[in-house]
C-alpha cells in the first residue's frame, strides 16, 4: 500500500478542500477549508498535508509545533468518507509521526479528539498514544506519543 504525504499546492488544494468526512462524523473534524484557513493564520507553526493513496487523494492532515511550549502536535488527520475502512488512516498517522520526528525530533506528540470518536481513540492506542488526562479548549480528549 503506497500512501504518500504530499503538499497542498494551487493544483490540489480545492480537491482537498472538498474531501469529507461521513455524515455521522462530522462533528469529529472541522472541514478541511477551515484547517487550510488556520494553517494560514495560526500562532506556531502550523501546516498541512495531501494524504494520498498512489495518485489518489484520500485524506488531508494538519499539524506543527506551538511556539510558546515546543509542543508538537497533530490537529487534523481526516481520511475522504470514499476512502475510510481500507488502512490508509493508520499508515498516514505513522507516515505523519516519521515525519514529526525527523522534522522536530520531539520528546513526545500530541493528538486531540472529540471523545465520543471511539474509532479514533482506538487507532490513536493502538498505535501507542495515550491518555493524558488533559482536554483542549474545545472539549476534545489529549493523547500522547512518548519518542524518548
Not at 495531501?50 to 515546543?70: E, P, R, S
Not at 475502512?85 to 505523519?96: D, E, M, P, S, T
Not at 522534522?103 to 493524558?132: C, K, M, W
Request: negative net charge.
Amino acid at each position: 500500500m503506497n500512501i504518500t504525504l504530499r503538499d497542498i499546492t494551487a493544483d490540489n488544494w480545492e480537491d482537498v478542500a472538498e474531501l469529507a468526512v461521513s455524515e455521522d462524523q462530522l462533528d469529529f473534524v472541522a472541514p478541511n477549508w477551515y484547517s487550510m484557513l488556520q494553517v494560514l493564520f495560526s500562532e506556531g507553526e502550523a501546516y498541512h498535508q495531501a494524504i494520498y493513496h498512489d495518485d489518489t487523494l484520500v485524506g488531508y492532515a494538519m499539524m506543527g509545533q506551538l511556539h510558546d511550549d515546543q509542543t508538537v502536535y497533530i490537529s487534523r488527520l481526516m481520511i475522504d468518507r470514499a476512502h475510510q475502512g481500507k488502512g490508509y488512516g493508520r499508515r498516514a498517522l505513522r507516515l505523519i509521526i516519521a515525519h514529526l520526528q525527523a522534522r522536530y525530533q520531539p520528546p513526545v506528540i500530541q493528538i486531540s479528539f472529540e471523545p465520543v470518536n471511539l474509532a479514533a481513540r482506538h487507532l490513536y492506542q493502538s498505535e501507542g498514544f495515550h491518555d493524558t488526562g488533559a482536554v483542549d479548549e474545545d472539549g476534545e480528549l489529549i493523547f500522547e506519543l512518548s519518542l524518548v
